[in-house]
């Protein structure tokens, strides 16, 4: 089924421990797109200046992105740059030029707006809400959002909650969101606002699912040579949601499996610079890590004679 | 089958956000024995002083741990006093006072010798050495340690670490140990030190299992109300040999298993103080966690058709 989504594109400046790359592609929109579409076909909503390279435009294309709904503004395009400490989770923005972002008014395009699925990637609350307002019924919306957010514009996103499926956020946006520190309660608090289903991304620790009152833990795929973190969320949320789509249908079981495909796909993003390699990465690739990630979490339960006790 | 363990017994005075206690039972072999006395008959050795109350070991003797290992010493029984910050995991110690512990001298008595399980609590590497030199040829010995030991006696912890099985170390241990921060890389080179099986321990992310070339991930059951979290890290060791002891047979399976019942009995010790909770616990509370971690886990890999694109 069709997937909507939008949010940001971008060039990063990225230093590691290890390496630095200038001009890298990025954003929020290219790194979802790009994993959605080893799942379905992708609509793309997002603005870019006028220095943005056909070459980027035609790798999305020729991975099936629509993007007819991408703006093209005077102006240079979003640009950021960042560092990453030893320990590669924690990192420190160095610039964020905003350029023809922060006057990002996004259009659906008429063709989109009988989408499907929705992905409101982390832009502010007040643009995700004209989203909602231009399309027709959608069968699942899903939002991004980050403590910038969360502290800066609570009214509007308390509104957006509302009207959401499901919010995929990290373990501190939760507890920021919620004002509670242990998982379970911070989830329940947030569900309460609107959303039925949480992705909760816990980094090196894998993410958790709540959906109702189910519980789902799907460790990280332990990927040795990290490279480059940028992006691995919402390469995250790109697998998730395409493979959602996909199915076309949402329930427990096929929550569980996206959850599995967005942590399989997210952990060949950060392999590499940038989305440099989902560019040759292959469906078989990516089913099978998620065999591995099967074959990692599977038991049986076998109580020995314990129950007869 | 039998099960040894050799640890410290202890009077605890713990201090928590909600609550305080004195005088509280503990100990690492004290919560091991009462874990694994779920699912096995548990043979212990251990020093106390003339303090040591009556009360305590009828509690153990009457869940079927045999106590003729236990010396009575002059002085005063392991004290240990502490307190817990308000995330409940990071937690400073108020005193020490080892009294006849720092004595501790562990003699195996003779029908101990031929215990097929061997649990080597958090005690000095030379203490576990002697006790492998007393006990004949058993079929699986796990070790417990800690940064003090790694940093303090690293020539008899790698002595020791070449005659047994597994090692059972929480995720800042293994890094430490190993000299590595990436938790695969850091298995492999524990693994090359000597025992075939790791058991890692990681607080509120569960723990993770590598068994030869295998990983196994279990998430931590997600309790809501913890009220004490010392001793969760024995009591976990304490299920996990007790569950493979009664299998009587180490592979991947069963390893998988006494990873998961090991996480199951640890989430109620820290319901209550000390090891409160597993006095009225029932083995059928301990299945029915056990059913809920494989709820919170379980997936099946549908493809929808990736795979023939």
Redo the contacts between chains.
């Keep these: 089924m069709s997937l909507l989504v939008v949010g940001s594109m971008a060039y990063d400046d990225v230093i590691t421990p290890a390496a630095a790359v200038s001009d890298a592609l990025g954003g929020s929109a290219t790194f979802f797109a790009a994993a959605a579409s ?2 379905t076909s992708v609509n793309l909503v997002a603005v870019v200046g006028e220095d943005f390279q056909q070459e980027e435009i035609a790798f999305l294309r020729d991975r099936g992105v629509d993007l007819d709904g991408l703006q093209v503004e005077p102006g240079q395009t979003f640009r950021w740059k960042g560092r990453y400490l030893e ?1 590669m989770n924690d990192r420190e923005t160095i610039f964020t030029h905003l350029n023809v972002f922060e006057q990002f008014n996004p259009r659906i395009p008429e063709k989109y707006r009988n989408s499907d699925f929705v992905f409101l990637a982390n832009i502010s609350p007040e643009l995700q809400l004209s989203v909602i307002t231009q399309v027709h019924q959608p069968r699942f919306v899903a939002l991004d959002t980050m403590n910038y957010w969360i502290t800066g514009t609570p009214g509007p996103l308390r509104e957006i909650l509302k009207k959401v499926d499901a919010l995929v956020v990290n373990d501190s946006e939760i507890r920021e969101l919620s004002g509670e ?5 911070a989830s329940r608090a947030v569900q309460a606002m609107g959303p039925r289903t949480l992705i909760i991304k ?1 980094g ?3 993410a958790l699912l709540a959906h109702d009152e ?6 990280a795929f ?1 990927v ?1 040579h ?1 490279q480059d973190p940028t992006g691995a969320g919402d390469t995250f949320a790109g697998g998730f949601m395409g ?1 959602l789509a ?2 076309g249908q949402v329930n427990e ?1 096929t929550l ?2 996206a ?2 495909y967005g942590t399989a796909v997210a952990s060949f993003v950060v392999e590499d610079f940038s989305c440099k390699r989902l560019r040759d990465l292959s ?2 690739e ?2 099978s890590r ?2 591995a990630l ?14 007869e ?1």
């Design positions: 080893f799942f320990n520190d242990h998982i379970i309660r816990r090196e620790h894998g189910n519980y789902f833990f799907c460790p332990p040795e990290l493979y996909r199915c079981e569980r499996r959850v599995v469906r078989r990516i089913l998620v065999d099967h074959a990692m979490t599977r038991f049986d339960t076998d109580a020995f004679g314990l129950a006790d």
